[in-house]
Every structure is written in structure tokens, then in C-alpha cells.
């Protein structure tokens, strides 16, 4: 990310056991980027004025260990962070994992998840643990204005809500250009900036702020802020609905300036 040193507040690894971390850092740029790029030249992430704190638990291999994401996400609680992104999942439960989103839930901490991307009809964790809010995938087709539905992403009835997944333009740590991309990882770090969009306008709005930033508020406010997508009322491919910004910025579709079509 060009204006990355702007953006991170400070960086730490918890890739653990010897292994090698991954120093290339592909996908935690194209997801930072989407939560709060702000490029020289007209590129821009959700929420351009947030700052973020960098935690890395992928080997060389692209491989983490479920250890290790527990820690990190015991280090943001402790950092205080304000929201935590998680583009990161496995089909297999963990009882350290859970209690760790459990754990940020009591803190008020909202954990935004990705479903997964192994298609319909499979389950990924963190996501779909009732603490977390987990974000689907739909593609937008600017030409047309429809939204459809991306076959790669995961479906259950876990899924709390969607958002652009699908070939997005994000940030190339290889190149320091852009490229585009697909994955639940995307969409939810979108639903991330959201979040970060919603807390600052309830701060903004000089609402008591410790009786409304719990998880449960800012869940709330996400689900009001969505579009009902394929059957009434919430599915098990976009949950409660399609991200919008009404009540929150001017502008009504979420990442107008991404994707391809």
C-alpha cells in the first residue's frame, strides 16, 4: 500500500513452532486496503480515515495455526481495538478459538468473519460461531445493476450478511499496483470498513457511547443498513442482506468504485 506506513499502527507476528512467516503479504494488503486504503492516486478503502494494527499468523506455506490465530485476536482485545477483521477460516471448530470470540464479543468487540469460499452449503470458523458476524459473497454487475450470487462462497444458516466479493480491485503488495480478486476475505474486510464507518457515526452523533457500542447495537445497525437479497427475509447466502451505506454516508452502494463489469 503506497500510504501504507500512514495506516498501520504497528505490526506483529505469532506465526509459531518454528515455522517461517510470510513476509509477502499479498492478501493482508489487498484486505487492509479495502478497510482503509487511501492511494495517491484516487484509490480508496471504506474507511480511509481508520487505522489498523497488523497481525500476521501465515507461513510461507499460507498456512496458520489455529494457536496462532488465538493469540492475535487475544493481543487485539488487549490493544484495545475497536473492531476485528478476520479474512481468515477452517471448517473445523476449536474450543480456544471460540472462547477467544467470545471473549472480544464481551469486550465489545465486533469480530467481522468470512463465511468461506468453498461454496454452498459448508460451514467456516470462526464465522460461524454466534459471536462473530459472518459476511457472504455476491458479485455486482455495474453495467446492469443486478446482484447475483457468488458461487464460491460459503452458505449456512450462520451467514449474518453480504457483501462485494467478487472481482474487486484491490491493493498488489508484489507489484504496488492492483489487481483483481475474489473470496469472502474481501467482502468482509468491506463489511469491516463499514463497521468503522457506523462507529464513527455514532460517536459523531454524540450518542452515549458506552450504553450503544456493544457488538449487539453495531449488529444492528449493520442489519439496517443492508438490502434484502434472493427470498424475503434472511437466507443462508446473504444472511439478512446486501451491505448499504443509507443512514451512515451519502452514497448508496458500497464500494461504487471496485469491481469489474
Not at 32 to 56: C, E, H, K, Q, V
Not at 176 to 182: P, R, V
Not at 214 to 241: H, P, Q, R
Amino acid at each position: 500500500c503506497p500510504d501504507r506506513s500512514k495506516k498501520i499502527i504497528a505490526e506483529y507476528n505469532f506465526v509459531s513452532g518454528g515455522r517461517t512467516p510470510n513476509t509477502k503479504k499479498e492478501h493482508g494488503t489487498a484486505v487492509a486496503g479495502l478497510i482503509t486504503g487511501w492511494t495517491s492516486d484516487g484509490y480508496r478503502g471504506m474507511a480511509p480515515n481508520s487505522r489498523i494494527y497488523s497481525f500476521n499468523v501465515f507461513d510461507t506455506n499460507g498456512e496458520a495455526d489455529v494457536n496462532d490465530v488465538v493469540n492475535a485476536v487475544h493481543k487485539a482485545i488487549e490493544l484495545g481495538c475497536h473492531i476485528i477483521n478476520l479474512s481468515i477460516g477452517s471448517p473445523e471448530s476449536n474450543t480456544r478459538l471460540s472462547n477467544v470470540i467470545k471473549r472480544a464479543y464481551n469486550f465489545d468487540i465486533p469480530c467481522i468473519c468470512s463465511a468461506g469460499s468453498e461454496g454452498p452449503n459448508t460451514v467456516n470458523y470462526p464465522a460461524a460461531y454466534p459471536e462473530s458476524i459472518s459476511v457472504g459473497s455476491v458479485l455486482y454487475n455495474y453495467t446492469l445493476g443486478t446482484i447475483t450470487k457468488s458461487s464460491f462462497s460459503s452458505t449456512n444458516d450462520q451467514i449474518d450478511c453480504c457483501a462485494v466479493g467478487e472481482n474487486i480491485l484491490v491493493l498488489d503488495a508484489t507489484t504496488n499496483g492492483y489487481t483483481l480478486a475474489s473470496g469472502t476475505s474481501f467482502s468482509t474486510a468491506i463489511t469491516t470498513g463499514f463497521m468503522a464507518l457506523s462507529r464513527q457515526y455514532i460517536i459523531n452523533k454524540q450518542i452515549n457511547v458506552k450504553t450503544l457500542l456493544t457488538v449487539e447495537v453495531m449488529k444492528n445497525l449493520l442489519y439496517a443498513n443492508t438490502l434484502d437479497l434472493f427470498s424475503l427475509g434472511k437466507d443462508n447466502s446473504s444472511g439478512v442482506g446486501f451491505i448499504f451505506r443509507r443512514g451512515i454516508t451519502n452514497s448508496p452502494i458500497i464500494i461504487k468504485t471496485y469491481g469489474s463489469n
